[in-house]
């Protein structure tokens, strides 16, 4: 990582935040991806426009993965690379709802160093540079830690059927739901909920920002069995996420039924 990568995705999810907002609410056009992959608009393919262009002129010799690009084994043979979701929560972006952000990360040797994820409509500028902590607005963040009986967990309805979970039995904790994945791990990070969780294969550009956004604020990310996150696979999906203070992380991760990983 270059020292001044961060300031390089910042600015870049300050552009990105510009150009999503002449399109938010104006009707965007939306088409469906192959294979059921959901629904994608003019401003996520003009947003990743500008982001290939600004990032790979800037550090030519770093790998490329964007949702909005097709990939290739190129990255494979890269020590670092871009690991972007141009508009991460598209639907709620198509809904007119303020809860859509701009993931931008560096991951080196596998591993998050560098992120930034701008939510534009709410001014909201979450940051972290590996060792450096994490901050929202310039200012630092903190995850909570709260015990298991106080808990805020952020995670879709389908997480919190009694098949994932030991004995059919749910933890003690409130749930919440955001639509996009990598805002839920900043909220993680900010300490305003106390810990996330998705059981579903999870694409490394809607995690790779916020998982390094959560570290540094001090909490825990792993996947849904407790291993570390890895980033730059072959295939771009790690099996679910945990995240949260590192006590309710591992009570949550002792109390979920472990799942025959996906092959």
Known sequence: MQATDLALLTEAARKSGDIAKRYFQQNPDVTDKPGGAGPVTA????????????????????????????????????????????????????????????????????????????????????????????????SPIRASKAPMQDATLLGAKPNFDGKYWKGGVLPPIKRVFRSSLAYRLCLVAQGRFDGMITLRPSWEWDIAAGALIVTEAGGTVTDQYGAALRFNNAHPQVPGVLAGATQLHTDLLTRLEPQQPNP
């Open 43 to 138: 401003a996520d393919l003009a947003v990743n426009a500008m982001l290939e262009g600004l990032l790979q002129a800037a550090r030519p010799d770093y790998g490329w993965l964007s949702e909005e690009t097709e990939d290739n084994t190129a990255r494979l043979k890269t020590l670092c690379q871009f690991v972007i979701d141009p508009i991460d929560g598209t639907r709620a972006f198509i809904d007119g709802s303020k809860d859509w952000a701009h993931s931008l990360a560096i991951t080196e040797d596998g591993v998050p160093v560098a992120a930034a994820v701008y939510l534009p409509m709410r001014d909201m500028m979450f940051t972290a540079a590996q060792g450096a902590g994490a901050m929202l607005n310039g």
